[in-house]
């Protein structure tokens, strides 16, 4: 049996997919113990009624919160630094240290990296400090912001150190904002996945325990701590991998109404479509999303294939969207879909490739590499499907340069999950 | 005329819906970059027609020149194109008294404001393609037989070049070089000339024209009112609203010493079962509908959001997004058989397997 656990400040909600194809919810409400006695009693309730858990997932989403309270730090590393003050992007009042380096988008120096200049300036960082490092060209070639990391080191006294290269992306805006929302993440990630683990572990020893993440699938939880961004947002993409199962979609657009209004999406073969950023507070965020937006009339007429139709019960309906099919629910859709997540991983980055034979190549190992963590994170490989992989074009950059992106899921298409039938394989050990 | 912040914020507007840029970011930062230092008290961007300029005044295109990391990847330390004029101006012997932006579209056309207040020039009303294409010899300035340098050049480390040349299709190979080299792009300063050849070859009203559009379109308008608005004053037409439902990264090879690689996107329009066909090449080259070519550059291919008629990018070509195709017309410069020759896709390559196969 997979348990899908939505864990909230209020109340933690679980869904329990059997075997059989059915699911049973429960949920428990947030007493003054705290999040982790509720979801312990949650668990508590499910082993004695279904004692052979194989995986649990959770959706954390509503319990991670930022947390700046430690001083932070941006360390930028280019070639020069503004010459203006006006030039210069603010985080709040974080202090920038800018130090000189870079590299170019084959990999190559385009300035020597600064390290007297940065030893310098990093004594003055206060001990405690959150640093984020980010260097131009990093997602090619990180040496200078793991050069800057090393320093760091040195200096002893207790820093959390974040290298923007762990975000794909090839703006420095993008990774540096992606950086320190991560970092301002992690305090909470890390208390919870330590819970999580502690709590579930306890119950059900044999149980793989993972997290949804904002593309809609599920990674393992012990992956928490060092990417909690990549999970931040998985709310509504896991709300919508939960309708789909409901009406058993695997490809096509469904309509989501719930409190939040109503939200559109695309499955394809049994996954949520997924973009490479989301934008939070006016800022890009270098992770992959769900894409959902806002369904309207005009983005839905003419469709050839009326949407199929999830509604929360008491979400409002507006009048063009009244009379057709709709299935109607009064369970929590976020804990049936992390119930329902594939386990889910990318390869993507940006490669030096001259010819069809090489970019070839590229793609095939980053599909390898795919296939190699999903098995890592427990799948079968004969279970792991590659849902996307592809060389992207490099709009007015260097032709000998291109994007891969390659998405591989681990489990069964999600529109099959509540047939009931009992012939599917299980994707996970 | 001094430009407002509103003027300016329009402007980026219009920018990015002639150019469906694929990094809008960086428009955004050099629109951030201007409203900063105007709320800091700078005096504000001067806009001028080219008949405010004496006849014999000195005048030159600003603009990036890309090949390598993009500029939000490798943000400019800010003083490259105060650089690269003054430079041209030392060479030359004489002041440029008006600059103007090297493309009427995307982050180019921000610019000339940006480097106009550093160096406290006006901006020249005109442009040298009246939209953007890839190549910088793609210019009304080519067609006229004006040279495009001498040229100054300045990279993201500091490094400056001053190139002799004269020919613009030898002008775009090295200055293209020189971008890779300078580590992703070249702030250039080039097509020096008085304001008499500008106004007799140059494309005309193209920033106003910006700020026009850009003023439509951040309305409050609904996005039917706005494709009227377009209609009527810029004669752009809505082609077809279609939803996207393929991307090829890679369509083709890439032409060798031209940047990026050529993609194409598959969109269908569904209450009639159209197939809609999109060939890209850094811009949007050429639109197909049922197979039948709709729009091929020079027109003006480009983006709006169907529900409030916000500028898409390429950015929003992922499979599932609703978008509306339009069309405007470019430059009639661009229509002559001269024209066409140097702004067809047969010169982008985008129809062709490699650049050995070009028909003769």
Redesign the interface.
């Known amino acids: 049996m997979r348990v899908g656990v939505r864990v909230h400040e209020r109340r933690v909600t679980a869904a329990l997919l059997h075997p059989d194809g059915t699911y049973t919810a429960d949920e428990t409400p947030v007493r003054a113990d705290g999040v982790e006695a509720s979801i312990d009693r949650l668990l508590g309730r499910i082993a004695r009624s279904a004692p052979t858990v194989s995986s649990i997932a959770f959706d954390v989403s509503d319990a991670l919160h930022l947390s700046e309270v430690a001083p932070l730090t941006v360390v930028r590393i280019?070639?020069?630094?503004?010459?203006?003050l006006?030039?210069e992007?603010r985080v709040g009042d974080a202090p920038i240290i800018h130090v000189r380096g870079?590299h170019?988008?084959?990999g190559e120096e385009?300035?020597p990296f600064d390290t007297a200049g940065f030893r310098a300036s990093a004594a003055a960082i206060p001990p405690g400090s959150r640093v984020v490092i980010t260097s131009?060209?990093a997602?090619v070639n990180p040496a200078h912001e793991l050069a800057a990391g090393e320093i760091l080191l040195e200096l002893g006294g207790p820093l959390s150190v974040v290298f923007s290269h762990a975000f794909a992306s090839?703006?420095?805006?993008?990774r540096e904002h992606t950086a320190i929302l991560n970092d301002a993440l992690v305090p909470d990630a890390e208390a919870l996945a330590t819970a999580l683990a502690l709590v579930a572990g306890r119950r059900f020893p044999d149980a793989r325990l993972s997290v949804t993440r904002n593309d809609g699938g599920r990674v393992p939880l012990s992956r928490l701590p060092a990417e909690p961004i990549h999970s931040a947002f998985s709310g509504a993409p896991v709300d919508f991998l939960g309708a789909a199962a409901l009406c058993g979609l695997d490809d096509g657009?469904l309509v989501l109404a719930s409190d939040h209004g109503l939200a559109l999406?695309?499955l394809?073969a049994g996954a949520p479509?997924v973009?490479p950023?989301l934008h939070w507070k006016g800022a890009?965020l270098s992770t992959q999303a769900a894409?959902l937006?806002?369904a309207?009339e005009?983005?839905l007429?003419?469709?050839?294939?009326t949407p199929r139709l999830v509604r929360v019960a008491g979400a409002p309906l507006p009048g063009w969207l009244e009379g057709g099919e709709v299935v109607e629910t009064d369970h929590d859709l976020r804990a049936l879909g992390a119930a329902c997540a594939p386990l889910s991983d990318w390869a993507l980055g940006t490669v030096g490739a001259v010819n069809?034979a090489e970019?070839a190549h590229e793609l095939q190992a980053a599909e390898a590499r795919v296939r190699a963590r999903l098995a890592a994170f427990g799948a079968l490989p004969s279970s792991v499907r590659i849902l996307e992989s592809?060389?992207?074009?490099?709009?007015?950059?260097?032709?000998r340069v291109?994007?891969v992106?390659v998405r591989g899921v681990a489990g069964d298409p999600v529109g099959g999950l509540l047939t009931g039938r009992r012939a599917r394989h299980a994707a996970q050990r | 005329m001094r430009l407002s912040a509103e003027d300016v914020r329009h402007l980026r507007t219009g920018a990015l819906f002639l150019a469906c840029a694929?990094?809008p970011?960086w428009c955004d930062?050099q629109q951030?970059?201007i409203l900063?230092?105007m709320e800091?008290g700078d005096t504000a961007p001067e806009l001028l027609g080219v008949e405010e300029f004496d006849e014999d005044a000195l005048v030159a295109a600003v603009g990036f020149v890309?090949?390598?990391?993009?500029l939000?990847?490798?943000?400019p330390?800010?003083?490259e194109f105060v650089s690269s004029v003054e430079l041209l101006e030392r060479e030359l012997g004489r002041r440029i008294e008006g600059l103007f932006p090297l493309a009427a579209a995307n982050v180019n056309s921000m610019v000339p404001l940006l480097t106009g207040m550093q160096l406290d020039r006006p901006v020249v009303d005109a442009d040298p393609m009246g939209r953007v294409f890839?190549l910088l010899f793609q210019s009304v300035f080519t067609l006229a037989g004006l040279p495009a340098g001498p040229l100054a050049a300045t990279g993201?480390?500091?490094e400056s070049a001053f190139l002799r040349v004269r020919e613009p299709r030898r002008a775009e190979r090295l200055v293209r070089a020189l971008a890779?080299e300078f580590?992703?792009w070249s702030a250039t300063a080039l097509y020096p000339m008085t304001a008499r050849d500008l106004a007799r070859t140059g494309v005309l009203g193209s920033v106003s024209r910006m700020v026009r559009i850009g003023r439509i379109l951040d309305s409050d308008a609904s996005?039917s009112a706005k494709h009227e608005q377009l209609r009527r004053s810029e004669g752009v037409r809505r082609i077809i609203?279609a939803?996207v439902a393929d991307?090829?990264?890679?369509s083709r090879?890439?032409?060798?010493?031209?940047?990026?690689?050529?993609?194409s996107v598959v969109l269908i329009e569904?209450?009639q079962?159209r197939f809609v066909q999109l060939e890209?090449?850094?811009e949007l080259l050429l639109l197909m509908v049922d197979g039948t070519p709709e729009a091929v550059i020079p027109d003006i291919i480009t983006m709006l959001h169907?529900?409030d008629g916000r500028v898409a990018s390429?950015?929003d070509l992922?499979?599932?997004?609703?978008l509306d195709l339009v069309v405007l017309p470019a430059a009639g410069q661009w229509y002559t058989p001269e024209g066409r020759r140097l702004a067809a896709p047969e010169t982008l390559h985008s129809l062709l397997p490699d650049r050995g196969r070009a028909p003769r």
Do not use: C, K
């Open positions: 280019a070639p020069r630094p503004p010459v203006a006006a030039d992007p870079g170019t988008t084959l385009l300035a131009v060209g997602l090839n703006s420095f805006a993008t657009d999406g695309t394809r479509a973009i950023r890009r894409h937006v806002p309207t005009i983005l007429h003419g469709r050839t294939t069809a970019m592809q060389l992207v074009a490099t709009t007015y950059e260097h032709a291109v994007s992106r | 694929a990094d970011e930062e951030d970059r900063a230092r800091g890309n090949n390598g990391l993009p939000s990847e490798l943000r330390a800010g003083d890839p993201p480390v500091g890779e580590g992703g996005a609203r939803r991307v090829a990264g890679l090879p890439a032409p060798a010493g031209e940047p990026d690689h050529p993609s569904e209450s079962g890209i090449q850094n169907p529900d390429l950015d992922w499979v599932g997004n609703t």
